[in-house]
């Protein structure tokens, strides 16, 4: 391990061979019009000794284990899990784990959330924006969100491709936007997911649940006010109690966690300082669908953005990392 490593990346991949040949079988060779990279742990190690990385928390990204089986999504939950708790097992200094939970099977997830923190240990929970369709933040979730809010679990929120893997036709010639669909699809997906955890109350009835959005929270720094403005759209009450409702709604957002995965440029690190605390922000890179040069800008990114002092970039390197993985405590300070 590189001496100087100091960052945590809360962003951080893992593509198990058995997972992308079970998904490959079913038709699905990646996500967001990207194909599955190759990926294996000692490839991470590697990038991140290179790159001042002292820990990685993996996870496993879009497009998830449901593809439309729900016995399928059970088994590949609990293999994936099982791989990344080796992963962790085998250098625990270096990794960490978000558990993947097999929704929409509200059963199947609670059961398998028991085993990944209780037995596995895994260091926190990830869920996709949306399942076929249905967003987080759908009453159909409200028994997860309570067990997740009882046991005061950090949830690493990523997004996935709402409806199919499509984009939008660009022009009237019926030209599809010469864009990977992630490119617009998943910071707008974050956003929808966002945008729903608020206006069904999910956050307020989750204050014990430590949020953490990818890619800066995709427009949300941008788009809060009008979001939490929207949450109480046609509500009843005088102007005084909407105007306190909408500030409660801004709070609620600013007071999570926002990564900085493909995010570590002013345009939208600008946005993001302004809208939340320092303390709010994690170092991610999105390694490995991000290659190592967009990691190396990415963290270059932080070192350069002129409105960070060092206590800020100190916090997004590893600080506020560490008061949501204390686990993790002495790896990732200086």
């Known amino acids: 391990m590189n001496p100087t490593a100091t960052r945590i990346d809360v962003h951080h991949h893992m593509v198990p061979p058995d997972y992308v040949a079970v998904l490959t079988q079913h038709g699905i060779t990646g996500t967001g019009g990207v194909d599955f990279p190759t990926w294996f742990p000692q490839q991470s190690l590697t990038l991140m000794d290179r790159q ?3 820990t990685a928390v993996l996870s496993l990204s879009a497009p998830g284990v449901f593809i439309g089986d729900v016995a399928l999504a059970c088994d590949l939950a609990r293999r ?3 791989y990344a708790a080796q992963c962790v097992a085998s250098a625990p200094h270096r990794f960490g784990a978000f558990a993947t939970l097999p929704l929409p099977d509200i059963g199947g997830a609670l059961r398998e959330m028991e085993y990944a923190l209780d037995v ?3 260091d926190g929970i990830v869920l996709l924006t949306n ?7 759908d009453p159909a979730f409200d028994e997860v969100f309570a067990e997740l809010n009882r046991r005061k679990t950090v949830v690493f929120i990523h997004p996935t491709v709402s409806i199919g893997d499509a984009i939008p036709q660009g022009n009237d010639s019926g030209s599809p936007i010469p864009l990977p669909s992630a490119t617009l699809e998943f910071p707008f997906d974050t956003t929808r997911a966002v945008a729903y955890l608020l206006a069904s109350g999910t956050l307020q009835r989750s ?3 430590r949020f953490i959005l990818p890619h800066a929270g995709g427009t949300v720094p941008y788009l809060a006010a009008k979001i939490a403005t929207g949450a109480v759209w046609g509500k009843s ?3 005084q109690q909407l105007l306190e409702q909408i500030m409660r709604g801004l709070t609620q957002l600013q007071n999570l966690y ?10 939208q690190l600008g946005p993001l300082q302004s809208f939340t605390s320092p303390t709010h922000i994690l170092f991610g890179s999105d390694y490995p669908w991000a290659n190592e040069a967009i990691t190396a800008a990415n963290v270059q990114g932080i070192e350069t953005f002129q409105q960070f ?10 600080e506020n990392a560490l008061s949501l993985f204390p686990r993790l405590m002495g790896q990732g300070s200086s």
């Open 207 to 209: 204050p014990d649940v």
């Open 258 to 267: 926002y990564d900085t995965a493909l995010s570590a440029n002013p345009f």
């Open 309 to 318: 002092d060092d206590q800020s970039r100190q916090r997004i390197r590893c």
């Open 131 to 137: 399942y076929g369709g249905h967003y987080l933040g």
């Open 237 to 239: 009450g005088s102007r």
């Open 120 to 122: 596995l240990r895994c």
């Open 80 to 82: 994936c899990n099982d």
């Open 52 to 54: 001042g990385i002292a």
